[in-house]
C-alpha cells in the first residue's frame, strides 16, 4: 500500500468539474491578473477568517514581507519569532531589512513561548510574529499583553492555520495583521504559489495593496518603491472552489486525527500531538515524536508510507542565518523538537484502511529502534 504525504489528486477530483466554467471564462476575457475572481476570493476569505479586510498576493513569504514593510518594519528593527518554523518567516524578517530575533517554542505544543518573547523584548522590537504551526493556533491571547505594553503589533503567520479557532476566533483575525499562504499542500491549497494578508485596519490593507503593485495606488503612479506580488485568477478560481469545502476538509483532518490518537494511543515510544486548551485545531500535519527518528523515517518510506519531517533544523541552525550567532544548544526545546519531529500522512481524504497501515508500520518501526 503506497500512501502519500499528502493527496492533492483528490482535492483536484473533487473540484475539477466545478472550476472548469470559471477557467474557461478567465481564458475568454483574458483576465489572468486580479479581476473579479480575485476580488470575490479576496472578500470570502476575509469573512472566513473574520476579518475585514483580505489582499491577495504571489506567495505566503511575500505576504509575510508585505505585512512587515505595511507596519513600518525596517533596517535598525526587531522582529520577535520562533526558533521552530519554517525559514520563510525569518526570510520575511531579513527581506524587510529589519532582524529576526528568535525565541524557543514551548515542550508540549512546540508553539511560540511567550515567556521566552517578553524577555526578548528591546527598545528595537518593532513586532511579534507568532507561527501557528502545524495547523494550531499560537497563544496569541498570552503574547497581545505583551505586545501591548510594547506598544508593538502582532503579525501572525497563519500559513499553517486556515480554519483553525483560538478561543472561539480564527487565525488570521487575532493579531493586527496576518499572512497565509496558498502553497498547494497548505490546507487551502492553490494550484501554484499564491498568498494572502488580512486585516481589520483598512489603511494597512491599503499599504499592502499598493507595494504589492510596484507601490502603485494607480497607473504610473508610484508613491513607494514596491514590488510585483500579485495573486493571478486562475488561482482564485482553484481557491474559491476548495475555500467552499475547507470547513468539510478540516473536519475530515479532525476526525482522521482522533483516529490516529486511537490507533497510536498503546504504542511505546510514540508520542502524540494534541491540541491545547482554547484551541480548535485543523491538522495540517499530523506530527508525532519518535527516537532514532530518521531510521523510523526510512522504515516508514520502505513500506510505502510518505512521511516527512517539518522542519529537521531550527532557523538559528541554518547556514543562511549562521550571522545571528546562535550555536547549538541556544533553543534547547526547538533543537531536541528537530530530532524527533515526523509528520505522518494528513489530508481530508485519508482513509481508515490507509491509518491502519501507517500505524501498525510505525509501531514495527519504533519497537526496532536501538535508541
Known amino acids: 500500500?503506497?500512501?502519500?504525504?499528502?493527496?492533492?489528486?483528490?482535492?483536484?477530483?473533487?473540484i475539477a468539474d466545478e472550476i472548469r466554467p470559471a477557467l474557461d471564462r478567465v481564458f475568454a476575457?483574458?483576465?489572468?491578473?486580479?479581476?473579479?475572481?480575485?476580488?470575490?476570493?479576496?472578500?470570502?476569505?476575509?469573512?472566513?477568517?473574520?476579518?475585514?479586510?483580505?489582499?491577495?498576493?504571489?506567495?505566503?513569504?511575500?505576504?509575510?514581507?508585505?505585512?512587515?514593510?505595511?507596519?513600518?518594519?525596517?533596517?535598525?528593527?526587531?522582529?520577535?519569532?520562533p526558533a521552530n518554523t519554517f525559514i520563510a518567516t525569518a526570510e520575511a524578517v531579513s527581506l524587510a531589512g529589519a532582524t529576526p530575533v528568535l525565541v524557543d517554542v514551548d515542550e508540549e505544543y512546540l508553539l511560540i513561548?511567550?515567556?521566552?518573547?517578553e524577555r526578548a523584548?528591546?527598545?528595537?522590537?518593532?513586532?511579534?510574529?507568532?507561527?501557528?504551526?502545524?495547523?494550531?493556533?499560537?497563544?496569541?491571547?498570552?503574547?497581545?499583553?505583551?505586545?501591548?505594553?510594547?506598544?508593538?503589533?502582532?503579525?501572525?503567520?497563519?500559513?499553517?492555520?486556515?480554519g483553525a479557532m483560538r478561543l472561539g476566533r480564527a487565525a488570521g483575525s487575532l493579531g493586527r495583521v496576518a499572512a497565509t499562504s496558498f502553497y498547494p499542500g497548505k490546507n487551502l491549497g492553490a494550484a501554484g504559489d499564491a498568498g494572502a494578508v488580512t486585516t481589520n485596519d483598512p489603511e494597512l490593507a491599503e499599504r499592502v495593496r499598493v507595494i504589492a503593485a510596484h507601490g502603485s495606488p494607480s497607473k504610473y503612479v508610484h508613491d513607494v518603491v514596491g514590488r510585483n506580488s500579485r495573486l493571478d485568477a486562475i488561482q482564485a478560481v482553484y481557491l474559491r472552489a476548495k475555500l467552499g469545502r475547507l470547513e468539510k476538509w478540516n473536519d475530515l483532518r479532525r476526525q482522521a486525527a482522533d483516529r490516529y490518537a486511537e490507533l497510536l494511543a498503546d504504542i511505546p515510544g510514540v508520542r502524540t500531538p494534541r491540541s491545547a486548551p482554547g484551541n480548535q485545531d485543523v491538522w495540517h500535519l499530523y506530527v508525532v515524536r519518535v527516537d532514532d527518528r530518521d531510521r523510523v523515517l526510512d522504515t516508514l518510506a520502505e513500506s510505502g508510507v510518505g512521511a516527512g519531517i517539518h522542519y529537521p533544523t531550527p532557523v538559528h541552525l541554518t547556514a543562511a542565518y549562521a550571522h545571528l550567532g546562535l550555536g547549538r544548544g541556544a533553543f534547547r526545546v526547538a533543537e531536541e523538537a528537530a530530532s524527533q519531529i515526523l509528520s505522518l500522512p494528513m489530508f481530508p481524504h485519508l482513509g481508515a484502511e490507509q491509518q491502519n497501515h501507517v500505524a501498525s508500520t510505525l509501531a514495527r518501526a519504533v519497537g526496532t529502534s536501538d535508541a
Not at 513561548?113 to 518573547?117: G, L, Y
Not at 501557528?132 to 505583551?146: C, I, N, R, Y
Not at 503589533?153 to 486556515?162: R, T, V, Y
Open 121 to 162: 523584548i528591546t527598545g528595537r522590537t518593532k513586532a511579534i510574529a507568532p507561527v501557528h504551526l502545524f495547523g494550531q493556533t499560537a497563544f496569541v491571547d498570552e503574547l497581545q499583553g505583551l505586545a501591548d505594553a510594547a506598544g508593538v503589533p502582532i503579525l501572525e503567520d497563519a500559513a499553517q492555520a486556515q
Open 29 to 81: 476575457t483574458t483576465g489572468f491578473i486580479g479581476g473579479p475572481e480575485v476580488a470575490a476570493l479576496e472578500e470570502e476569505y476575509a469573512a472566513f477568517v473574520g476579518a475585514d479586510h483580505c489582499v491577495g498576493v504571489a506567495n505566503g513569504t511575500d505576504a509575510l514581507e508585505l505585512a512587515l514593510r505595511a507596519l513600518g518594519v525596517g533596517p535598525g528593527d526587531e522582529v520577535i519569532l
Open 1 to 14: 500500500m503506497k500512501i502519500p504525504l499528502v493527496d492533492l489528486a483528490s482535492q483536484h477530483a473533487e
Open 113 to 117: 513561548d511567550p515567556a521566552q518573547v
